[in-house]
């Protein structure tokens, strides 16, 4: 055999060794993924507050927080969803929310936990997801709450679909650089003999946003706080039917680009 066959046979074999050791280099790189991510519960779900035995809205990380409701609020749902919400581009865009549907006989409690996905983050807080009667903002816990009430119907509202008007109160936060959206909400039936007039009642308006703020308490709070005072943490299935992404989409808000002027 000539030299340079020899050459370009051990060449060959060298290229195949390599390959070979390339594929199970691959192959060890995924199992330790797997290995190591695999195992990890996922930063979104839910579990039981210690103290209360209530099921609840957790996250476990980017920012650690759950809720507080009150104990007269009985859970009604529990579930996650993927979302496109409308953004002032020609796309819409991509998030997700984690949320819980509570009831105390005269009113519904939601609490969300609603996350961007790829370059998205959320509107400014200013812009609310719907036309408030009165809003504000204060410090709270070091973050910046924002306040809003509204009346809002089923079209509108994908919690209020068994009433002809709802009014609702919004606590909002929006953490993590804008790309976690934490809300506590809580609704009322409007009766329809106050419909038209029910947002020009002041006294009215006073007294139910009073209610709305004893009905639930964001918790910020840390790893190991949550490690403490949450138990049997879980991943969250797909949201009952009634909660469709078109009208979950729109609840949440818009969206804007990162980094946009």
């Known amino acids: 055999m000539l030299a340079a066959d020899v050459w370009l046979l051990s060449a060959k074999r060298s290229g195949g060794t390599m390959k070979i050791l390339l594929i199970i280099v691959a192959i060890i790189a995924v199992a330790v993924f797997v290995f190591f991510m695999g195992g990890q519960p996922p930063l979104r779900g839910a579990g039981q507050l210690a103290a209360s035995g209530q099921t609840v809205i957790v996250s476990r990380a980017r920012p650690p927080l759950s ?68 809003a504000q903002q204060y410090a709270y816990k070091g973050e910046t709450l924002y306040e809003s009430l509204m009346q809002l119907d089923g079209g509108s509202d994908p919690f209020c679909t068994d009433h002809a008007a709802c009014l609702v109160y919004r606590a909002k936060l929006l953490l993590n650089f804008r790309r976690t959206q934490v809300i506590m909400e809580y609704h009322e039936p409007v009766p329809e003999a106050r419909i038209r007039d029910i947002a020009f009642d002041g006294t009215a308006l006073n007294a139910f946003q009073q209610r709305a703020r004893k009905t639930c308490e964001i918790l910020m709070t840390d790893k190991a706080w949550l490690e403490d005072n949450i138990k049997g943490f879980k991943k969250l299935d797909g949201a009952d039917d009634r909660y469709s992404r078109t009208r979950l989409s729109r609840w949440v808000g818009e969206m804007e680009r990162e980094g946009r002027p």
């Open 67 to 134: 809720f507080a409701p009150a104990a007269d609020m009985q859970l009604q749902s529990l579930g996650n969803r993927t979302l496109r919400p409308k953004t002032r581009h020609s796309v819409d865009g991509d998030a997700r929310i984690w949320f819980a549907v509570y009831s105390n006989g005269t009113g519904t409690l939601i609490t969300a936990v609603a996350d961007t996905e790829g370059t998205w983050e959320w509107e400014a807080a200013h812009h609310p997801a719907f036309p408030a009667i009165r």
